[in-house]
């Protein structure tokens, strides 16, 4: 399989997403900049930083000129994976700790003459989760929790999300990585999480309002459309539908999970087809903002019953079940269980991140007797910092003994959107639909004999859907000799001392390892008759790109009436290139290019690899002169 962030691939307890507010042991803030220093930028400002642990620095600006107190918050505490236990400081960064939620930070800002509130921290890679604390007593703020003005991430409108209702809005800040940092994780989260460099490889996000199963309107589904989306497509876009924890809504895939980001870097990529995303928010059961306002039954069905017809009607998605995802974080994660028991043939792929399913042995039996012959995938996973794999690890147990695809992974995080990010990723990247139909190599058969060291170039037919890559990576089976090798572009060298008697070389999908294709190769021990090679070059120098044609021939050493006729190919190396030319009637012609050789003189090596009448000789060498 693929490398996944935060391996071992077994690397999820349902609680609330949102935080808790405790103050961490106080830092002396930063003090304020010099009247000399250059304007403030609002925002998030990141830039590398030799002097930082981590090797960047992010100074945040929030202008507020009526404002008494501001502090930045944020999941921004460490947690150190051989404690699990002790919260840093961010200043304390060192490898093995991770920006997690569970204690929100808190660190107060410095207001300068013109309004402006600053604050420096150093950060590790990847989206972080942050926001601002405001007392602002002309809005009647007191601790007012607010997303960053400066934030380009979209919002739904108005104070209808569930986050603002319930001050508990969440922003997020992109931080590349560092080489000093020296982690994988975080490298491969920078890779994943961070805006994709070209704008023109960037999907978009949109608030839809619409009106929920119960018939209340005001509430909005996010739908992020994947770069270049094309509402005519012949074949519609895979869609997943993500729903939050307990006092989360539907920003919170979009904006601290990072699902945009993610996926805009897996598609450029080629790692998945170019995907729809639907994230929709779950407390509309009334004014409550405590557990009362989340009903589990209500969730699965306004989404099965009210969304997707909404979406499929208005978006090119499919509308099959090998087409759909559903995937949720903490108490959406324990929602997906309602999900698939109650409407088991609507999606074949499920997410169960930091929150697991409640399913009895009647229910899987169920389960399996809707989906049938079907496919079904499953993925349950959590941060180091939740717990152990069992739970997730027995629900992907029950699931397989049933026949179906489970996996388990954890990743380096606390309960909080950071996690779910890590969690997706995976669960996409892996799990998720590849668009890799097949892949084929040709030829598909060859046949050689053993005592040369021989070099045959193999091509591989990947069939995928648009926008999903073709590469493949080569391997050789059944060799006995280390010498025996394929490169990276599918050139299998076959080592004179092979005594394996046949080969296999196979092509398999970057993308999806799951597809891969195979050709055979047959190795026999040529004949005892003799042959002679000939060869000759004309003209017998050129200037430099030009053109040396070699007509080589092939015949029997003794030749008789009844003889057979030499067959087999030749092996034709020339400035260190190695054609490989079948022989026709015992005779071939090559061209040997000259095009980016420097003048002097080169030899060129003539092998033929002997078929079951006739041995091979040896190797003819000769000398042909560029100018």
């Given at each position: 399989m ?5 391996r ?15 103050a ?11 009247a ?6 609002e ?6 930083d ?25 999941d921004?505490t460490?947690?150190d ?6 919260r ?6 060192r490898?093995?700790?991770?920006h997690?939620?569970?204690?929100e930070?808190?660190r107060?800002m410095?207001?300068?003459a013109?309004?402006y ?5 150093p950060?590790?890679?990847g ?8 007392w ?7 601790n ?19 986050r603002v ?7 997020a800040?992109y ?11 975080l ?17 978009t996000?949109?608030y ?13 589904l996010?739908?992020?459309l ?27 895939f979009?904006?601290?999970?990072n ?16 995907t ?21 039954t ?28 559903y ?11 309602v ?5 088991p043939?609507?999606?074949?792929f499920?997410?169960?991140f930091s ?14 007797a ?8 499953v ?34 995080g606390?309960?909080d959107?950071m ?10 990247r ?5 668009g890799?139909d ?5 030829p598909a ?17 990947v ?8 590469a ?7 060799a ?27 092509a ?17 021990r040529p004949?005892?008759?003799g ?28 030749q ?6 030499v067959t087999g ?15 026709i ?12 050789l420097?003048?002097g003189t080169y030899?060129v ?8 009448t006739?041995?091979p ?11």
């Open positions: 693929r490398t996944v962030i935060g071992p691939r077994l690397w999820r307890t349902a609680s609330m997403l949102a935080v808790m507010s405790l961490v042991g106080a830092v002396a803030p930063t003090p304020a900049a010099a000399s220093a250059p304007a403030m930028v925002g998030a400002t990141v830039r590398a030799g002097q930082s642990p981590t090797g960047y620095t992010v100074t945040f600006v929030y202008r507020n000129p009526d404002a008494t107190q501001v502090r930045l918050a944020g921004l460490l947690l994976v051989n404690t699990g236990t002790t840093y400081q961010p200043e304390e960064w490898p093995g700790r991770y997690a939620g569970g204690t930070f808190l107060d410095t207001r300068d013109q309004g509130w600053s604050v420096s921290l950060l590790h890679a989206g972080l989760s942050y926001w601002y604390r405001v602002d007593p002309t809005r009647g703020w007191a007012k929790r607010i997303w960053d003005p400066a934030s380009s991430n979209p919002r739904p409108p108005g104070e209808s999300s569930f209702r319930n001050n508990d809005v969440l922003d800040v931080v590349p990585y560092a080489e000093k940092q020296n982690d994988p994780v490298r491969e989260r920078a890779a994943y999480e961070l805006p994709v460099a070209d704008p023109a490889q960037r999907g996000v949109q839809v309002p619409y009106t929920t199963i119960l018939g209340d309107s005001g509430h909005y996010g739908v992020y994947p770069a270049n989306y094309d509402p005519d497509r012949a074949e519609p876009y895979k869609v997943a539908y993500l729903a939050h924890g307990i006092f989360g809504d539907e920003t919170d979009m904006v601290p999970a699902v945009p980001n993610i996926l805009d870097n897996m598609t450029a990529r080629g790692e998945i087809e170019p729809v995303v639907v994230t929709m928010g779950n407390h509309f059961t009334g004014t409550s903002l405590g557990f009362a306002s989340y009903n589990q209500n969730a699965a069905n306004n989404l099965v019953q009210t969304i997707l017809p909404l979406i499929e009607a208005n978006y090119n998605v499919s509308t099959e079940r090998s087409g759909r995802a995937a949720g974080f903490s108490y959406g994660g324990m929602t997906g269980g999900v698939i028991r109650n409407y043939s609507t999606f074949e499920y997410g169960h929150g697991n399913p409640s399913l009895t042995t009647q229910d899987y039996d169920t389960i399996a809707a989906v049938g012959d079907d496919d079904l995938v993925f349950l996973g959590n941060g180091v910092f939740e717990g152990n794999l069992n739970a997730q690890n027995a629900i992907a147990n029950n699931f397989r003994a049933r026949g179906f695809t489970a996996e388990t992974a954890q990743v380096p606390a309960h959107g996690t779910a990010g890590q969690l997706f990723t995976i669960f996409a892996d799990h998720l639909w590849s890799v097949s892949v084929s190599v040709a058969n060859v046949a050689l004999t053993t005592g040369w060291n021989w070099v045959r170039r193999f091509s591989a037919q069939n995928t859907n648009e926008g999903v890559s073709p493949v990576t080569w391997s050789v089976e059944g006995t000799s280390a010498d025996t090798t394929v490169s990276a572009d599918g050139v299998l060298s076959v080592a004179a001392g092979e005594t394996a008697s046949s080969l296999t070389v196979v398999t999908s970057v993308v999806d390892p799951t597809k891969t294709g195979s050709a055979q190769v047959t190795l026999t004949g005892s008759a042959v002679v090679v000939k060869a000759q070059a004309a003209p017998a120098s050129v200037v430099r790109g030009g053109t040396f044609e070699l007509r080589v021939d092939v015949r029997a050493q003794h008789h009436q009844k003889a057979a006729e190919e030749i092996a034709v190396t020339f400035a260190g290139t190695t054609q490989v030319v079948p022989l009637h015992g005779a071939a012609v090559v061209d040997l290019a000259t095009g980016g420097s003048a030899p090596h003539v092998a033929y690899s002997g078929d079951p006739y041995a000789t040896a190797a003819l060498h000769q000398r042909l002169r560029v100018r």
